[in-house]
């Protein structure tokens, strides 16, 4: 799909902040910044990630802080007042 099929879908730029365990230090905790276009409220592609992490990272997730932002907002779209044609 291309980014304006996206845009127009609904996906939104998802930023999520991943705190997790060290594998090596338990105690210890370290940062992950991910990013992706993703649809909220449900954030299906951030899930599949953390499904994916949950299987296959050894670090295990102490939290997850998700901020999410409309690529298209209403300050970007302006109404056109006439149409011009070219030949």
Avoid: C
Avoid at 13 to 36: C, G, K, N, R
Avoid at 49 to 70: I, M, N, P, Q, Y
């Amino acid at each position: 799909m291309s980014t304006l099929q996206h845009r127009l879908m609904g996906f939104r730029l998802t930023t999520a902040e991943i705190l997790y365990h060290l594998p090596d230090h338990p105690v210890m905790l370290q940062s992950f910044i991910w990013q992706d276009l993703d649809i909220a409220p449900r954030f299906p592609v951030l899930n599949k990630f953390l499904k994916f992490w949950e299987t296959s990272v050894d670090g295990k997730l102490h939290s997850v802080r998700v901020a999410s932002r409309g690529i298209i907002t209403d300050a970007e779209l302006k109404l056109v007042g006439g149409e011009f044609s070219l030949n």
